[in-house]
């Protein structure tokens, strides 16, 4: 059977994904798609269903309805399934590695399944600052840091051109942290994908060029990070001269949102910013802060709308 | 990388991991045959042992599969087959085919080692024919150390040799009919997702078909021959110096059949 796939197909497709454990819902109607060559996060509380994507993403769990596409091939069809994983780097969440092993043992023996010659194991453990002497010891001796280092190694020693990893960031010191959001930049400058969840938004921000929040089985949203974070609300604090007042003129203001006057500060949440500015101009401003919304403002109103939507 | 090297490499890896655990079991059964012949005119030579078996009740000596026939003519060709039907031996055998199949598949999940290997370009029946493969390659190298064991226990004890051909067939069965039980345990570790469970099922198999085959309701039933242990009775193998085909074909055929079903359950299931 020809196996092909156009080469243009995106890395990662998603279409009306769904799956269930007995009375629970875990995933439902869920869309995505990711194009080759760009960083996704995906982005949840705990439950909510990250890890049942990402294991119905790389073949683990079969969905109830749905596609499931990995660079093309369908991953309900289990001889197209071994052929994505070739091309496919995961790592599973820290749990997945066996205790008694040790980490040498497990990179070659892993290496050797996956058929392919670990190019970058030596480059990964120079940037995680993974030293030999770890690799020699059983995995159940070392620290979590260091076993979710030989985690991250496995999963993209043989340079894949799919990296699939479940909460990368779990366990690593803020070096570490910063060493593999260094190797995943990396990662995508050659070309290669990324999907990976988290519930730490602040690795997701400083890294993803594409964000996915995920809450109850269900996508909420999907956005270039940058869009996302052009159309959402900004904070806004705003200091005028004593005696001014402006409320009437603020409420007034299209998208303008928790307006409130703290210790002679108005502070206020704005998408649009132009009639803001018009505004400012008329008002004896003395001091004003207009900051972008963070990853946690997006994600809690996200949430909010959501909330407010379901009532 | 072809999918039988892939369950090759599986199974040769896990083994050379597993090594110490192996030895340790390899190295107690050595020990329990060697002492077996050393220690025979310890215990005052035959004589003694017999006098030994007849201390026992009716129901243990029917529980250890003992017959008057065989307690009344007890020879030492006997005594040295005895030594592979012994409760300390055949329950030694069984706990590591049992433990190592319960812990293969289901103890992988419970773990999760089962995500880093199924991630890469490995078929999942691969995953289950690699791991009884080890099971198998480490059950080989405790029956073949026994059998070594017991020959040099003969010699230094002045028994007489060993016969080499009746003892082959004698491992050789061995070896089917734990591969056999572990086959049954490994359909359990497919469906379970805690090894700790699997476990617990395998045992009470193995066990349950071991009272079976001394209870003389089952004994003398017309589908008496489905029981493995049914076809494991090393005086009689011993005595009749020859492959009892049948035995050893419902024996592989447990083992096979039981392997496909565990592959095949394996394969539908969700890795959850």
Same mark, same amino acid.
């Given at each position: 059977m020809n196996r092909q796939v156009p080469?243009?197909? $995106? &890395?990662i497709t998603l279409q009306g994904l769904s799956k269930r454990f007995k009375d629970v819902t #875990?995933? !439902?109607?869920v869309d995505l798609e990711i194009a080759r060559g760009k960083i996704l996060g995906f982005l949840g509380p705990n439950g909510a269903g990250k890890t049942t994507t990402i294991r119905i993403l790389t073949g683990f769990l079969k969905p109830d309805t749905g596609v499931v596409q990995l660079l093309g091939h369908d991953m309900r069809d289990p001889a197209a399934a071994l052929a994505a994983r070739r091309q496919l780097g995961f790592v599973p969440e820290?749990? *997945?590695? @066996?205790?008694? #092993?040790t980490g040498q043992w497990l990179l070659d023996h892993l290496a050797r399944l996956q058929g392919q &010659? $670990? /190019? @970058?194991r030596d480059l990964l453990a120079d940037a995680l600052a993974l030293k030999d002497r770890d690799l020699r010891? $059983?995995? *159940?001796?070392?620290?979590r840091g260091t076993r979710q280092k030989i985690n991250l190694i496995q999963g993209l020693q043989h340079r894949p051109a799919v990296l699939v990893l479940d !909460?990368? *960031? !779990? *366990? %690593?010191d803020p070096l570490a942290k910063r060493a593999l959001f260094d190797v995943l930049g990396q990662a995508r400058e050659r070309g290669a994908t990324v999907f990976f969840s988290s519930h730490v938004l602040g690795e997701v921000e400083s890294l993803c060029d594409d964000v996915a929040l995920i809450r109850d089985g269900r996508l909420g949203r999907v956005d270039e990070l940058d869009h996302l974070q052009r159309t959402m609300q900004r904070r806004v604090t705003l200091e005028l001269a004593?005696?001014? @007042?402006a409320e009437a003129q603020l409420r007034a %203001? $299209?998208? /303008?949102?928790?307006l409130r006057l703290h210790e002679h500060r108005w502070q206020f949440h704005i998408a649009e910013l132009d009639p803001l500015l018009k505004l400012l101009a008329e008002l004896p401003v003395h001091d004003v802060v207009i900051e972008p919304p963070s990853l946690e403002d997006l994600f809690m109103q996200y949430y909010d709308e959501a909330a407010t939507t379901s009532e | 990388m072809n999918n039988l090297h892939a369950a090759w490499q599986i199974a040769w890896s896990t083994l050379r991991r597993r090594r110490g655990s192996l030895l340790t079991f390899a190295g107690v059964a050595a020990m329990f045959h060697f002492i077996t012949a050393v220690g025979l005119q310890m215990v005052g030579g035959l004589d003694g042992v017999q006098s030994m078996l007849e201390s026992y009740s009716p129901n243990i000596r029917q529980l250890l599969k003992i017959s008057p026939a065989l307690q009344a003519d007890y020879s030492l060709r006997d005594h040295l087959a005895f030594t592979w039907l012994h409760p300390f031996f055949i329950g030694l055998c069984a706990a590591f085919v049992v433990g190592r199949s319960s812990d293969a598949l289901a103890g992988d999940i419970e773990s999760g080692a089962v995500y880093l290997v199924l991630?890469? =370009?490995?078929p999942r029946w691969a995953l289950v024919l690699g791991r009884i493969g080890e099971v198998g390659l480490g059950l080989a190298v405790i029956l073949l150390m026994s059998w070594l064991a017991l020959s040099i226990g003969v010699q230094i004890a002045d028994l007489g040799p060993l016969p080499v051909a009746p003892y082959a067939v004698l491992v050789v069965t061995a070896w089917c009919l734990f591969m056999a039980l572990s086959a049954v345990a490994l359909i359990v570790s497919s469906v379970a997702s805690r090894a700790g469970v699997a476990a617990a099922l395998g045992t009470i198999w193995t066990l349950a078909t071991y009272v079976l085959d001394v209870l003389p309701a089952a004994v003398n039933s =017309?589908?008496? +021959?489905?029981? =493995? +242990?049914?076809?494991?009775?090393p005086p009689g193998i011993v005595a009749a110096e020859s492959i009892g085909w049948f035995g050893l074909m419902i024996l592989v055929a447990w083992a096979t059949a039981a392997t496909i079903v565990a592959m095949a359950l394996f394969g539908r299931r969700d890795l959850v």
């Open positions: 080469s243009n197909s $995106p &890395a #875990a995933l !439902e109607n820290i749990a *997945g590695l @066996d205790t008694s #092993a &010659a $670990p /190019v @970058d010891r $059983p995995i *159940g001796r070392l620290s !909460e990368p *960031g !779990e *366990g %690593l004593a005696d001014t @007042d %203001l $299209p998208t /303008v949102s928790q | 991630s890469r =370009p490995v =017309p589908l008496a +021959w489905l029981n =493995p +242990w049914h076809h494991y009775f």
